[in-house]
């Protein structure tokens, strides 16, 4: 069995306590993680204060920093196979999805090394003589980073990047459900010479681990990724040290397909959007909106399409939908699945879970046209995509809108100004146009209302890893007049 530990003030530790890891193509325990409870966490960001405001990265010049993160980036790049290998392993996503994607974080790095020594504070032509005013941007503080098991090497990388990048120290809470990615790449952190307490990352559960970083006194910035439930929880923490808050949540994307689309073209994004990843993804497209005239055609070539993935192992380059990550995660996709059949959604393909070993559920369709199936309103976070047909476009956009969530959408049109109609109309932070399910460090990226707030890539994130400090200095060496009035 493979064992792990974590990383605090530049040590690795075995942690208070041990928990076991599954993997879940087979359900066997493969994996000895340690357990960080509160007193872990205290140590964590006791670290990190200290390194923030004492060690040497205090007085680490931005263009350092910078170096830094391009050895960093340098080193995951390096090392891409063994974590994906990892990720596979402790996630169930496949090989073929976290190979790619890990080779791609090395670039966020790069992305966020380049801006560290871009960050501007400004000089204000303030209104009043002999009197210089200017704004320093300085780190925000010590930042607490949850992330949830899928991605856990990209949801940290757009969150680490910009905050190493604005100077801030940070204790990174891997999930309990797959920790071994992030944990081994605490090692590229060690070897990239960051100075001990900088980067401290740590695994355990939410309800102990995690809501004991988000309330901690010495933490003043919390950047969660997860669902909205445990969102609320992280504010109501949040509470207690009025730390600020970025929300990256869950989704119930519309992805709209007009009769005059490339339906073939559209079908691909379609089963990148909901299939990929095994639908465990925060942007998955997991409600289609597509036109009355041309549903039965695009449902029959989805549903080829669907019946075509390659089901198997997640560690097989040829496999193309590999296990949930969790049995938790099975069971809550085959229930909403039977809820929405007893509701009326017809099945088009998939829906069952399948015998033999390992958390597997087949890519499913529901033709939900006239129902009012859970299946619409609820996020899977698995691979079961929801139909719905509509006659006009002001349809269209009420359907893509008759949700809380509003992370991602597609729409595809070959019609220029129907386009432009829908990207203002649609209440969403991401609107991809004739393509789906693409990110870059360069492209912000984060959701409304129940989706979250703040946003993740681009200089921006970085700006919000900082805070001002407005500073007043007087030229003149006149004694200061009259001390009632203010000036
Ligand atoms: P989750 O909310 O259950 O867990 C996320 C993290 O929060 C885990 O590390 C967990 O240990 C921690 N946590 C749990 N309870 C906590 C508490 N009380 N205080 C602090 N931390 C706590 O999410 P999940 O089920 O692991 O992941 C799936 C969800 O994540 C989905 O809703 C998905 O859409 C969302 N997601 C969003 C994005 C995005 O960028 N918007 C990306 C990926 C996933």
Same mark, same amino acid.
């Given at each position: ?135 320093? @941007? ?148 997991? @409600? ?39 049995? @938790? ?125 703040? @946003? ?32």
């Amino acid at each position: 069995m493979q064992r792990f530990q974590y990383y605090i003030d530049g040590e690795f530790l075995d942690g208070e306590a041990r928990f076991q890891s599954i993997d879940p193509a087979t359900g066997d325990v493969w994996a000895d993680m340690p357990e960080a409870r509160e007193a872990d966490v205290d140590r964590a960001v006791d670290a990190a204060e200290r390194a923030l405001y004492d060690g040497p990265w205090a007085k680490t010049t931005a263009t350092q920093r910078g170096k830094l993160l391009y050895k960093l980036a340098d080193l995951v790049a390096a090392k891409a196979q063994k974590l994906a290998e990892l990720e596979t392993r402790d996630t169930g996503k496949i090989i073929r999805e976290t190979s790619a994607q890990i080779a791609y974080i090395a670039d966020y790095y790069r992305y966020y090394a380049g801006i560290a020594d871009k960050i501007e504070g400004s000089y204000l032509p303030i209104d009043k003589p002999d009197t210089d005013v200017w704004l320093r @941007r300085e780190p925000v503080g010590v930042v607490a980073m949850v992330v949830p098991w899928n991605s856990q090497l990209f949801l940290s990388a757009v969150k680490i990047g910009p905050a190493l990048a604005a100077g801030c120290t940070m204790v990174v809470k891997a999930s309990e459900d797959g920790p071994a990615p992030l944990l081994e790449f605490a090692r590229m952190v060690h070897e990239a010479g960051f100075p001990p307490g900088v980067v401290n990352i740590i695994t355990g559960f939410g309800p102990s681990c995690g809501a004991a970083l988000g309330r901690h006194p010495k933490v003043a910035h919390i950047a969660f990724t997860g669902g909205p439930e445990t969102a609320r929880h992280v504010i109501r923490n949040s509470a207690e040290n009025l730390a600020s808050t970025s929300l990256e949540l869950g989704g119930k994307s519309p992805f709209i397909v007009f009769a005059d689309a490339h339906l073939e073209s559209a079908a691909n994004a379609q089963v990148a959007g909901i299939f990929a990843a095994t639908g465990q993804s925060c942007v998955a497209g997991s @409600r289609l909106i597509v036109e009355a005239s041309v549903k039965d055609a695009f449902l029959s070539i989805l549903k080829r399409k669907a019946e075509a993935i390659r089901i198997g192992s997640p560690l097989d380059m040829a496999t193309e939908v590999g296990p949930l990550a969790t049995k @938790r995660q099975q069971d809550h996709v085959a229930t909403l699945v039977e809820k929405s059949i007893a509701s009326g959604a017809r099945l088009v393909t998939g829906g069952q879970k399948p015998d033999g070993v390992g958390y597997y559920f087949p890519p499913t369709i529901l033709d939900c046209d006239g129902v009012n199936s859970p299946s619409l309103a609820e996020e899977f976070f698995g691979p079961v995509l929801s139909v719905v047909s509509f006659e006009s476009e002001a349809e269209a956009l009420r359907l893509a809108n008759d949700t809380r969530y509003g992370l991602a959408s597609g729409v595809f049109t070959q019609n220029l100004t129907r386009a432009h109609r829908l990207m203002k109309g649609i209440r969403a932070g991401v609107v991809w146009v004739n393509t789906y399910r693409a990110v870059s460090p360069i492209a912000p990226f984060g959701g409304f209302g129940l989706s979250g707030h703040g @946003r993740e890539g681009g200089l921006a994130a970085a700006l919000d890893y900082t805070r001002t400090k407005t500073i007043w200095l007087r030229t003149s060496d006149d004694p200061i007049p009259d001390p009632f009035v203010m000036r």
